[in-house]
């Protein structure tokens, strides 16, 4: 089974490349739907994020503000590494779990799609690295309007994580997403036959 990891920083279309490759046959496990269910209300895990960060991170019905926790820790360094602290290794349990799964149901390509690879030092995990970028000002600009975020805001989402010109170095394959959503698709359909190949030498 060939372990793909799927990355990008924020805004970068790294998602738009996962639905793709979804579409055309690939199992992928979202690092983010993860991180949704290791918080699920009544979790261990939640109980622990309130514990660390405050109750004003729930919403009325005591489940996370995702909205207003995001807003906290982009503020807050220190509040964002604790909050990594308690979600990593719950996320990672998680992961194995998923993966053991598709496993054992004969999956020859799983991809992981992780945003903070490379700031959780994962990257040396998986067996290919695929990083998806763009510029950030065109990052910028997609947060601003696809997300109806303050730019200020998304100023500080995009500086939190690290330089691009890091991961592009580090990755195994780059995708430039600069152009139309065609353009994206026809150059990660390109991407996913490589994997594809890779997987199929491996067998």
Known sequence: MLRVALT???????????RLWRRLGAAVIDADELARRAVRPESPALRRVVAALGADVLDAHGRLD??????RVFRDPEARRTLEAILHPEIARLRAEEEA?????????????????????LEREFDTVVLVDAPAELRLARLVRERGLDPEEA????????????????????????????ELEAKAEAVWKELERRAAACA
């Open 66 to 71: 995702r909205a207003r926790l995001r807003r």
């Open 8 to 18: 990008g920083n924020i805004a970068s279309g790294k998602s738009t490349v996962a």
């Open 101 to 121: 799964r598709l496993r054992r149901a004969g999956a020859t390509v799983v991809v992981h799609e992780i945003p903070l690879l490379f700031e959780a030092g």
């Open 155 to 182: 100023r500080r989402m995009i500086a939190a994580q690290l330089p691009a010109e890091v991961k592009r170095a580090r990755a195994d394959i780059v995708i430039e997403n600069t152009g139309s959503l065609e």
